[in-house]
């Protein structure tokens, strides 16, 4: 399904917002993450694929793949720490920690007993988990019933404190919250609620880093930018980078999401933050969520301009078609939330109403964001029938012949 968002404009990106998050702030993040451990150096690959370009009837396809960013396998792994790392500095201003220092871990002793908890539906809490301990302090993490154990094994290798509950997201996100009053421990979430912003300001924040990096390296301005949707952090984060990179001349927008997890959708429906309609459950794991980020709508509501939804079948597809490659495109491992953006792509061009609507056509040049690999590689080769480490010597020797 496809809706248009009446409240987006083309207008010039509001100081409100710039003083919120901005392109400075996220430059500044960026530079504290430069040396990071847990980060691969140098930015994440941007591919095209010429040939899906071709089949799609667009100019190019562009990939920015952020399963490359670190061993963590996600996108996720620019928000967490640099949350985690100005909490720490608002909450000890007398010590002056040094940012760089702080993720190298030359405080850890004075944090041994500072203890931060959040949920999450794996990603988040995996980098969080990855950021604690470069940092050196207590890391305890919420789960829902649907994370596999996978993501759960993948989080407590790095020395995080597990807690299972029965219920979904929204619910593990609640125990995450009660636990943090009983204890005196602080949330670090990537999602907003009424008087709990600035953490979640601060992980989109660490976001615009996908943003820059593409920016310096575009030959030529895309036309479209497909998003993942999840509570709307990735999406604001990436999208107010280029907003007020660009400002009127923005590209156009779209956000997707799946059709169980609707809560973006019905935000633009009701012209306000909202709750999904449906069961939340999806395969597309971190995309599960059931209730828009206030604060991260104060951003989509009035720049993305399409909001649409997909069946799991579609995201299934997807990670399959992407994983072939073929003589001029480099075969990619993208997990099931990782290519909710080109799935949605590939979705509108079976219809070609839809297609028009966005204003998609043989000038249009895409980019999508492949935001995690196989981060749940037993799960990664169910759906696709082939292992991630397949995928990647399919990858590495394409590579080695161009």
């Known amino acids: 399904m496809l809706i248009v968002n009446p409240n987006a404009t083309q207008e010039s990106y509001p100081k409100a917002l710039q003083n919120i998050m901005s392109i400075r702030k996220a430059n500044e993040s960026r530079a504290w993450l430069a040396d990071w451990s847990r980060l691969n150096s140098g930015g994440t690959p941007l591919y095209s694929l010429p040939d899906m370009a071709a089949e799609l009837g667009v100019a190019d396809i562009l990939v920015k793949d952020e399963s490359e960013r670190s061993v963590l396998g996600s996108f996720k792994a620019l928000g967490a720490p640099i949350a985690l790392v100005r909490l720490i500095l608002r909450q000890f201003p007398e010590q002056r920690y040094e940012a760089r220092g702080l993720l190298a871990g030359e405080y850890r002793d004075a944090l041994a007993d500072f203890t931060v908890i959040s949920a999450t539906d794996g990603n988040h809490g995996r980098a969080l988990a990855a950021a604690a301990q470069s940092v050196g302090c207590r890391c305890v993490i919420v789960l829902h019933a649907n994370v596999s154990i996978e993501r759960e094994e993948a989080i407590a290798t790095y020395g995080a404190e597990i807690v299972r509950i029965s219920g979904n997201y929204d619910e593990s996100v609640e125990e995450a919250a009660a636990l943090a009053v009983k204890n005196d421990w602080l949330v670090v979430s990537d999602t907003s609620y009424d008087g709990y912003e600035e953490i979640p300001r601060d992980v989109m924040q660490g976001y615009g880093t996908i943003s820059a990096e593409i920016v310096e390296v575009l030959s030529q301005r895309i036309t479209h930018v497909f998003l993942q949707g999840g509570v709307g952090g990735m999406a604001a984060g990436i999208a107010s980078y280029l907003w007020e990179l660009y400002g009127a001349e923005r ?32 395969v597309m794991a971190g995309l599960a969520c059931g209730e828009t980020s206030p604060l991260a709508w104060k951003f989509l509501q009035p720049c993305v301009d399409f909001f649409m939804t997909i069946e799991d079948e579609q995201a299934v597809s997807a990670m399959r078609r992407i994983a072939v490659g073929s003589a001029s495109d480099i075969p990619v491992v993208s997990g099931e939330s990782g290519v909710a953006g080109l799935a949605g792509l590939i979705g509108l061009d079976n219809d070609p109403q839809l297609a028009e609507q966005v204003g998609l056509n043989s000038g249009s040049r895409i980019l999508v964001i492949n935001t995690e690999g196989a981060t749940a590689p037993g799960v990664y080769r169910a759906l696709v029938g082939e292992s991630a480490q397949s995928v990647l010597a399919r990858q590495l020797v394409w590579l080695q012949g161009r």
């Open 251 to 282: 590209p156009t927008f779209v956000v997707v999401e799946p059709v169980q997890a609707d809560c973006l959708y019905q935000s633009a429906i009701a012209g306000q933050a909202a709750k999904a309609t449906g069961s939340v459950d999806s």
